[in-house]
């Protein structure tokens, strides 16, 4: 068998290396890394490239270029610098793909992905939120695969018959509920960044973390489900299930739930894209259901996590208002992080930019093109600054 080519856009983050250290102990030949890219982590990111013999690599920001030529000096590895030179990577022959970039700034090299009609690995689910219709007519256009990594959407993935579409009544994505499951609304209020980064079940990069807390991350997930598996929302249900085990159900027709589960180890969902459609084995702990005893689910609480009806209303707006919530909530994280506004706060500037934003654009088309997209995501940052400085305390 000759080896999957492979690119990995966002190689320095919590997915990235996780995707590297399953090549790593892959089958001798069975990968061959054509290009990886990263933000700023010019040393990371040269170093992977020697160890893993890749062709090309890229950083987004220009200012660490020459710290990654550097890197590089003495190896016949190409190398670029700048936003455009990460949708290079992107572009370059690859038989797959892992778009595990953070947030918006993977759009553009996802597209070039999907564009020329490789196998996709969707980590980054901020792309499919705010540009979901676009890249599935590019999919379809191209005949490119996208493979979801998200585990709850490869959970999915798996159990999802496409051939049995019409029986199937609706999926169930689990949430661990983040930390604040059982927090009161006063514990949620005081909170912050180190107490809402500090996830319960997974390990993963910060802005997901803090989107799991108000379960925002959940609230993305909705609006990804719902492109990947084309279901209106009100087929799409979440459960809290804070152990973290059952990663995703189908519920059929004749009353029986398929489910996907396994230890919360991201390897596990990345292994699955990685050797699909064969299987490949990993170093994740294996689950021992009769230690584990008993598994736990309750349905969220909308009250305490209006992030979740926030973006079911955003899916049902259409148009931009996906993309203006997206873009909203990487602000409204960011300045609480930042320390400038409270945790509850990060709901309430996502809901006055898409109040602000349903009011200037009345009902609007889907983003037809990348630019429009791009366009709807400044939009969204906009209101969102504008929001976070009026709740700034
Ligand atoms: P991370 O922050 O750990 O890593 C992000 C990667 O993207 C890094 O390599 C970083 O250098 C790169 N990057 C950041 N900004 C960039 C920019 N402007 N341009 C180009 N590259 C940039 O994030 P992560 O936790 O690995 O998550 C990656 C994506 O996968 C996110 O969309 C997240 O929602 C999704 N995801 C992650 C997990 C997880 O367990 N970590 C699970 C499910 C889905
Ligand atoms: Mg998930």
Redesign the pocket.
């Known amino acids: 068998m000759s080896a999957r080519t492979i690119t990995l856009?966002?190689?320095?983050?919590?997915?990235?290396?996780?995707t590297l250290d399953l090549i790593a102990r892959a089958e001798a030949g069975a990968y061959d890394v054509v290009a990886l890219?990263?933000?700023?982590?010019a040393l990371e990111l040269a170093e992977a490239a020697r160890r893993f013999g890749a062709r090309f690599c890229a950083?987004?920001?220009e200012a660490a270029g020459p710290a990654l030529g550097e890197a590089l000096a003495g190896s016949a590895i190409k190398w670029g610098a700048g936003?455009q030179a990460?949708a290079d990577a992107a572009a370059m022959e690859a038989d797959w793909v892992m778009?595990?970039?953070?947030?918006a700034?993977?759009l553009q090299?996802i597209l070039a992905a999907v564009r020329r009609g490789a196998c996709v690995a969707f980590?980054?689910?901020?792309?499919l939120v705010c540009a979901g219709v676009l890249m599935l007519e590019e999919a379809a256009r191209s005949g490119a695969t996208l493979l979801p990594?998200?585990?709850e959407h490869n959970a999915i993935f798996q159990a999802f018959d496409p051939a049995q579409r019409r029986h199937i009544r609706r999926i169930i994505l689990t949430a661990s509920g983040g930390p604040f499951h059982n927090a009161s609304l006063d514990t949620m209020r005081q909170a912050g960044p180190e107490q809402a980064v500090a996830h319960p079940t997974?390990?993963?990069?910060?802005?997901?973390?803090v989107?799991s807390a108000p379960m925002m991350?959940k609230g993305?997930e909705i609006i990804e489900a719902c492109h990947l598996f084309a279901l209106p929302q009100e087929q799409v249900d979440v459960l809290v299930h804070p152990e973290s085990i059952v990663h995703g159900l189908v519920e059929y027709a004749d009353g029986g739930m398929l489910a996907q589960l396994g230890c919360p180890d991201?390897r596990t969902?990345i292994a699955h894209a990685l050797a699909w459609p064969d299987r490949m084995d990993t170093p994740v702990e294996r689950l021992d259901l009769a230690k584990l005893g008993a598994l736990s689910f309750f349905a969220p609480d909308p009250g305490r996590f209006p992030a979740l009806g926030l973006a079911r209303n955003a899916f049902i707006a259409g148009g931009t208002a996906p993309a203006v919530l997206n873009a909203a909530n990487e602000v409204a994280v960011a300045a609480f992080l930042a320390g400038q506004i409270g945790f509850l706060d990060i709901a309430a500037a996502v809901s006055e930019a898409l109040d602000e934003g349903a009011r200037a654009a009345g009902a609007s088309a889907a983003p037809a093109s990348i630019d429009a997209v791009i366009e709807a995501d400044a939009h969204g940052r906009r209101l969102a600054q504008a929001a976070v400085s009026r709740l700034a305390r």
């Open positions: 856009l966002g190689a320095t983050g919590s997915v990235g290396r996780a890219t990263a933000n700023s982590q950083v987004a920001d936003p990460v778009a595990a970039i953070v947030g700034a993977g090299p980590a980054n689910k901020e792309a990594v998200d585990s997974w390990s993963m990069g910060a802005k997901i973390s989107d991350n993305l991201m969902p």
